[in-house]
């Protein structure tokens, strides 16, 4: 049977046609999909516009999996962001000044592990990550949709991106994402799943046939920093958490767990929907977490073919919450569904695609996601 070791292993050969460097130890193969004898997977290349460049090392890769016994392969490429060719050329600089080969991954493991100097838990403010709740005060908002999809958005954008569904009782995301397998065990670490090029974890890997949770708060306050402690996440930007509408146990938890995370409130523009969100927002206030904005989700249908917008839920919802809680209102994102299905490869029920309107407006969040963040 295939597996993702196997086609890494097919791959390794090939090089990045600019930088002449195996596309695999470059972890430049993002995305990789393999069931039965079908594959999916990201490249990223430096210039992703060269087409001849680009057909020449698809056909290789296309060779080579077709070497090791794949049928079907679907191939994407993406232009390497400003970050990666920041790594890529961090990295070069080192290797020169060595004068020597570059060690390998393990040995590089080894020494970081041996001097004490591995990756720092996420938790650990000194990591740097960057902490976002998503939270809602009531469902069926949209809360989730919004949460996997600026995931996306900033992945896209060249983020290193963990998604944490911490709706243990309403998981949801795994099947949100299209995602079928579950995360490996390595060395007593829980190795996340990635899609899209997240990184995901979530109690829907733990549950089987969408039996129901019945657990106590302090019980899911466990799983949920096991999410944190025993998941190897390696090194991120970013890490989302989903929450479970309300305020309830979770989202406490995830408060004084991560005192310096901030938060986006999503709702609908409806009346009732602002009222209720504001209560979630209050929550991040009492607890010193800062509110980087809201969401207005199924702010209004826009007709296909004459462009007129309906607001079938009502208006103004989101503003009067954003002004309510003294943040700013990220967007508001029309009622829809992503233009997918089921019989693509790199298939999910609710991820926006890139060229997409609704896609673009996740961009635009993401970008000013980041913009608030670059200036502290």
Request: glycine share 10%; proline share 5%; hydrophobic share 40%.
């Amino acid at each position: 049977m295939l597996s993702k070791e196997h086609i890494q292993a097919a791959l390794r050969p090939i090089a990045e046609p600019t930088l002449k460097r195996s596309l695999v130890e470059l972890q430049w193969i993002r995305d990789m999909m393999v069931k039965e004898d079908r594959v999916s997977l990201t490249v990223v290349c430096l210039e992703k516009d060269d087409e001849e460049t680009r057909k020449l090392l698809e056909q290789e890769i296309r060779d080579r999996l077709a070497g090791a016994g794949v049928s079907h392969v679907h191939i994407r490429f993406r232009e390497a962001s400003e970050r990666e060719r920041e790594e890529v050329a961090g990295g070069q600089e080192m290797k020169e000044s060595r004068g020597t080969e570059e060690p390998s991954d393990d040995e590089v493991l080894q020494k970081g592990h041996a001097a004490g100097l591995g990756n720092l838990p996420i938790l650990d403010p000194k990591a740097g990550v960057k902490f976002i709740a998503i939270a809602s005060g009531k469902g069926g908002v949209g809360k989730s949709t919004v949460t996997v999809n600026l995931a996306v958005a900033l992945a896209r954008l060249g983020q290193r991106v963990g998604l944490i569904d911490a709706d243990m009782y309403g998981f949801s995301v795994p099947d949100m994402m299209g995602i079928e397998e579950v995360p490996n065990i390595d060395e007593g670490a829980i190795i996340p799943v990635e899609r899209f090029g997240v990184k995901v974890m979530s109690m829907g890997f733990f549950i089987r046939e969408n039996n129901p949770v019945i657990w106590r708060g302090p019980m899911l306050g466990k799983m949920l920093r096991q999410f944190f402690v025993d998941v190897e996440w390696g090194e991120l930007d970013y890490v989302l958490l989903d929450l479970p509408p309300g305020t309830g146990d979770i989202a406490l938890d995830v408060h004084q767990m991560i005192p310096h995370s901030r938060e986006i409130i999503v709702t609908t523009p409806h009346a009732t929907a602002a009222f209720v969100a504001a209560r979630a927002g209050a929550m991040a206030l009492k607890t010193d977490h800062e509110i980087l904005g809201v969401v207005e989700n199924m702010a209004y249908y826009q007709c296909s073919g004459c462009e007129q917008k309906d607001y079938i839920f009502g208006r103004g919802g989101g503003a009067r919450l954003a002004e309510t809680l003294h943040t700013g209102l990220l967007a508001q994102i029309p009622v829809g569904a992503p233009d997918n299905h089921p019989a693509e490869p790199d298939f999910s029920p609710c991820v926006y695609k890139q060229d997409s309107a609704i896609g673009q407006i996740y961009d635009e969040i993401a970008q000013q996601v980041m913009d608030k963040y670059a200036k502290d």
